[in-house]
Each structure stands twice: as C-alpha cells, then as structure tokens.
C-alpha cells in the first residue's frame, strides 16, 4: 500500500512536493495510516487533532495516542480543546454539524497562521460511497453524486482510492497503533446506519462493488465536465458586460430549452436554495429580489443581476478647497483648467466655475427629495426622476454618489449628469476639472 500510495501522490498530487501539509489526525485507524504512510513519504508535515470532549476519558486518550507518536517522531503538533455540547446548543445544531464546523473552523485559522499549504484529511473510499448514499437518499443533483472530491481548494484526499479494509490490513501488517471510537458500532446515525446495514449488502450482492463504484464515480466526473463546458459556453452567449458578478439576458436564456438548469448551475455557488423562487424571478416584475447570506440576486426589466451584498453608506464627505484630489470613497481629482482641453462628453469628467463653488463640498448618497438642473435641459428635475427615465436599476441608484455644493445645490450626479448652474461659458475666468478615476 505504501508504494501504491507513493505512486498516487506523485501522478495526483504532484503540488504536494516542498508544500507544508497539515494532517488532520483523530487517532482512528484511518488517520493513523494516514500519518504512518506520509511519515514514511518526503514531505514536510505537520498533525492537528480535536479533542471534542465527547467521550469523556476516551476523548483524551485520543488525543495522548497522536500527541505521543507526534512526539517520538519529531513531528510538530497542533492540538484543541472544544466544548462542542455549548457550541450546538448555542448555534441549535447536531453534535455532529458542530463538530464540522468547529474542526474546519480551527484548520482554517492553522493554515493561514502558519504558513501552511494543504490540510489532508483520511477520507477513504468506503466514506466516499456512505456519503454517495447519504445524499442519494436526501435528493440531490449532479454534485451531491461524486462522492467526496480528492481535492476541494486546500483540502487534499488522497486515501480515496484505498478501501477500508486496505486501510485496515495496512495497520495490522505496520503495527500501528489507533483508537476505537465506540460511537461508530451504533446504528443511531445515518451514516453509521449505511456503513453497518447497507453497505454490506451490495458488498455481498457484488463482490467488486468498490471498483464499480469508483467507475460510477469517474463517468460521473466525466459528465459535470461536459455539463460545466455547456453552462460556461451557454453563460457567455446571454451573460452581458457589466460591474456586477453576473448579468444575465432573460430572452436570450429563455431560448435554452433548458434554462431552468443553467440556472442552477451558476447560482449553486452563491449560497441560493429557493429554486423555484429564483425560476419564477424571470416572470416577475422589475425589482423583485432573493436574496442569500452574502448575495442578492435582482430581476431588472430584461435581466437578472448577481451582486454581493453591500452595506448603504451614508457617511457624509467633506471636499476642502485644498483637496487636490480624494481616494475615498470614490476616487475624484480637482484641477485647475486653463485651457479648454476637457471631454464634454465624458461621463466621469466635468468642468465647473470655480467661483460658483462654496467650500467645504460634500459627497453624499441621494435623497429623495434631491432635484437639479440636468446640463442640456430647460429646468429642475427630480433625481428619483432622472434615475427613473436613465433606466437605474436598484443597484445603481444605490452605488451613485451627489456632489454638492456647500450652498446645498447639486453640482453632479457623479458620473453621470452635472448641474447646468455649474457650467462653464465664455465669461468664466476660474475653472475647476473634476475627474471621477475607477
């Protein structure tokens, strides 16, 4: 097993060679492999290992079992300590769902701290086919089918290729010493009850169901390939050029017979599970909206807009009459003109009399009851109004910025219209060129 092993990490993992890898090590059979075959490998390692306080006194003797190998091979340790009982209650989750997050909560932070590259976890083929199952039963699409990724960021697997009895008669051959964690002989959980009362017989109706499993697993891989070539292809024929993470063109979507699961496969990512919801968006009526943890998903007249979520400042900024320029929260430019070089039609660009201008300026988020004198325009309009007939959609109007005089007029909808009252003519002596930079 351990040339096998060797072998596999070489063709699958090349990466791995002069990174620093972190083992994530329970003290169960299978992490123990794990840390004997890497010892014996040519790679810098280190151990982490979560003392879940669960088992009382065997909780412990987990942790003493890793510490002391660690030790009597010169392998640096990383060791925690979690009271993962007031961790689920506090968050109003499983032991195990608190476990989780808790251990890749803390592997996180032990990479980032310590220059580490990789965490490798003792994941084996066994685990891959009880997580097939789990999520077979819960319903799932395409993803929730390919068993557990060898590898997933910084996340390295690469004992999925080995079954648990390999794991096993590796460990008996090698003398390595584990701990039994008593909490897998019982059926009470799902995964536990897979592994004892199911697994076994489609091992006894098919003697190499691991093989065929594996098989399964591979033109599965084969498949999300081609689905994820067909979504990115279809994605660029109706996605449209914008500042947002994703606009899409609802008509030319809806030309795809199967638009419902183009969808899905974009979205997937960004945290979204009302899929009915998000399908019905393409009916619904300019600004309605879903949203998830950290994205907000916007139905705007012919388009669906993905953009992360953003807190609305509405901080007010003070321009002094010094200021040559601003870096925050937009970056302006301030330039005397003495010439007449300036692009009239630039958007991010305007020229003003600078003796119209009362300091300090400010730069703030639109009113409602804000209204201006559009250049090229007889009268006042409304900015609501003017945002209305530009066609703004909800996120612009919330990204847009107001310079305003110190009299309490508005000078500019920054990079987009200024105010007539500003402009320049043949009797302006003083002019200012303010340049919006992104």
């Given at each position: 097993?351990?040339v096998?092993?060797?072998?596999?990490?070489n063709?699958?993992?090349?990466?791995l060679?002069d990174k620093?890898?972190?083992l994530a090590?329970s003290?169960g059979?299978?992490?123990?492999v794990?840390?004997?075959?890497f010892?014996?490998?040519p790679y810098q390692i280190?151990v982490?290992?979560?003392n879940?306080?669960l088992?009382?006194e065997?909780?412990?003797?987990d942790e003493?079992?890793?510490?002391?190998?660690?030790?009597?091979?010169?392998?640096h340790f990383?060791?925690?300590?979690?009271?993962?009982?007031a961790?689920?209650?506090?968050?109003k989750?499983?032991?195990?769902?608190?476990?989780?997050?808790?251990r890749y909560q803390?592997?996180?932070?032990l990479?980032?701290?310590?220059?580490l590259?990789?965490?490798?976890?003792a994941h084996?083929?066994d685990d891959?086919v009880e997580?097939f199952?789990?999520n077979?039963?819960?319903?799932?699409?395409?993803?929730?089918?390919?068993?557990?990724?060898?590898?997933?960021?910084?996340i390295?697997r690469?004992?999925?290729?080995?079954?648990?009895?390999?794991i096993?008669?590796y460990?008996?051959q090698?003398?390595?010493a584990?701990?039994e964690d008593a909490?897998?002989?019982?059926?009470k959980?799902?995964?536990?009850?897979?592994r004892h009362?199911i697994?076994?017989?489609l091992?006894e109706?098919?003697?190499?169901?691991?093989q065929?499993?594996q098989?399964?697993?591979?033109?599965l891989?084969d498949?999300?390939?081609l689905a994820d070539?067909a979504?990115?292809?279809v994605?660029?024929?109706?996605?449209?050029?914008?500042?947002y993470i994703?606009?899409i063109?609802i008509q030319k979507?809806k030309a795809?017979?199967n638009?419902?699961?183009?969808l899905?496969?974009w979205f997937?990512?960004?945290?979204?599970?009302?899929?009915?919801?998000?399908?019905?968006?393409?009916?619904?009526?300019t600004?309605?909206?879903i949203?998830?943890t950290?994205y907000?998903?916007l139905?705007?007249?012919?388009?669906l807009i993905?953009?992360e979520?953003?807190v609305?400042n509405?901080d007010?900024?003070?321009?002094?009459e010094?200021d040559?320029s601003?870096v925050?929260?937009i970056t302006?430019?301030?330039?005397?003109?003495?010439?007449?070089?300036?692009?009239?039609?630039?958007k991010?660009?305007?020229?003003v009399?600078a003796?119209q201008?009362?300091y300090?300026?400010k730069?703030?988020?639109w009113?409602e009851?804000?209204?201006?004198?559009p250049?090229?325009?007889?009268?006042?309009k409304k900015v609501?109004k003017?945002?209305?007939d530009?066609?703004?959609?909800?996120?612009e109007?919330?990204?847009?910025?107001?310079l305003?005089?110190g009299?309490?007029?508005?000078?500019?909808i920054?990079g987009?219209r200024?105010d007539n009252?500003?402009r320049?003519?043949?009797?302006?002596?003083?002019?200012i060129?303010?340049?919006?930079?992104?």
């Amino acid at each position: 097993m351990l040339v096998e092993f060797q072998k596999h990490l070489n063709q699958k993992f090349s990466f791995l060679q002069d990174k620093k890898i972190l083992l994530a090590i329970s003290g169960g059979v299978d992490s123990m492999v794990l840390l004997d075959l890497f010892k014996k490998s040519p790679y810098q390692i280190a151990v982490a290992h979560c003392n879940f306080n669960l088992r009382s006194e065997a909780s412990d003797l987990d942790e003493q079992l890793v510490k002391e190998y660690c030790n009597e091979n010169n392998i640096h340790f990383f060791v925690n300590s979690f009271n993962t009982v007031a961790y689920a209650e506090l968050h109003k989750q499983s032991i195990q769902i608190a476990a989780r997050e808790l251990r890749y909560q803390w592997f996180d932070e032990l990479l980032k701290n310590n220059n580490l590259d990789y965490l490798v976890t003792a994941h084996h083929l066994d685990d891959s086919v009880e997580t097939f199952l789990i999520n077979f039963t819960r319903g799932t699409g395409l993803d929730g089918l390919l068993g557990i990724p060898e590898i997933n960021e910084q996340i390295v697997r690469p004992l999925l290729i080995f079954s648990r009895n390999q794991i096993l008669d590796y460990a008996i051959q090698n003398n390595i010493a584990w701990r039994e964690d008593a909490s897998n002989a019982t059926t009470k959980y799902l995964r536990n009850k897979i592994r004892h009362d199911i697994i076994p017989i489609l091992k006894e109706k098919n003697a190499d169901f691991l093989q065929s499993f594996q098989q399964t697993i591979s033109n599965l891989n084969d498949i999300k390939n081609l689905a994820d070539d067909a979504s990115e292809m279809v994605k660029q024929q109706v996605s449209i050029s914008t500042d947002y993470i994703l606009e899409i063109d609802i008509q030319k979507l809806k030309a795809f017979k199967n638009y419902k699961a183009y969808l899905y496969q974009w979205f997937k990512d960004f945290g979204f599970t009302a899929w009915d919801d998000i399908c019905n968006l393409l009916e619904a009526e300019t600004g309605k909206k879903i949203l998830s943890t950290k994205y907000i998903l916007l139905k705007n007249r012919n388009s669906l807009i993905l953009k992360e979520i953003s807190v609305i400042n509405n901080d007010v900024f003070l321009i002094f009459e010094k200021d040559k320029s601003i870096v925050y929260p937009i970056t302006l430019i301030f330039e005397s003109l003495i010439s007449e070089n300036y692009d009239i039609q630039n958007k991010n660009q305007i020229c003003v009399d600078a003796n119209q201008l009362k300091y300090p300026l400010k730069l703030r988020r639109w009113e409602e009851a804000d209204y201006f004198f559009p250049i090229g325009m007889k009268g006042k309009k409304k900015v609501s109004k003017f945002f209305k007939d530009e066609k703004f959609s909800i996120f612009e109007k919330e990204a847009t910025w107001i310079l305003e005089n110190g009299n309490q007029e508005i000078i500019w909808i920054v990079g987009h219209r200024m105010d007539n009252r500003y402009r320049i003519n043949n009797q302006t002596i003083n002019k200012i060129k303010i340049n919006l930079t992104k």
